[in-house]
């Protein structure tokens, strides 16, 4: 059984740093494309980063130079580095493998974990 488990979040100021982490496991994601999403209260959820299985990376705009995604194949874990976190990155950050880029949807969704960040 494939699961995805997130940890890392929290309460956290303006300006401040958090790493968010996603364990993987049932099966090897070393092939997977790997990347964060996250969800603020009643918006729709929207794609964060991405990394591929080649190691190349994607972001969204509004986290371009502010956040890093990183991979640990031989621990199966993906993390998202958050720096100079501001309100606006507040929300529910969920983990996804198996990204198809086509529909921005994942085969495999984390539980999600919760960011706030207080002004």
């Known amino acids: 059984q494939v699961q995805l488990v997130e940890s890392g979040g929290g309460l956290v100021q303006a300006g401040d740093s958090l790493r968010l982490s996603c364990a993987a496991s049932?099966?090897?994601?070393?092939?997977?494309?790997m990347g964060w999403f996250r969800q603020a209260p009643g918006k729709e959820r929207e794609f964060v980063a991405a990394?591929?299985?080649?190691?190349?990376?994607y972001y969204a705009d509004s986290v371009k130079g502010r956040f890093t995604i990183s991979r640990d194949n031989a621990k199966n874990t993906v993390y998202l580095q958050m720096n100079s976190l501001k309100p606006d990155d507040t929300a529910v950050y969920y983990c996804?493998?198996?990204?198809?880029?086509?529909?921005?949807?994942?085969?495999?969704w984390g539980q999600g974990t919760q960011v706030t960040v207080s002004s």
């Open positions: 996804a493998a198996d990204i198809r880029f086509a529909t921005m949807t994942a085969r495999y």
């Open positions: 049932g099966r090897t994601f070393s092939n997977s494309n």
């Open positions: 990394i591929l299985w080649t190691g190349g990376t």
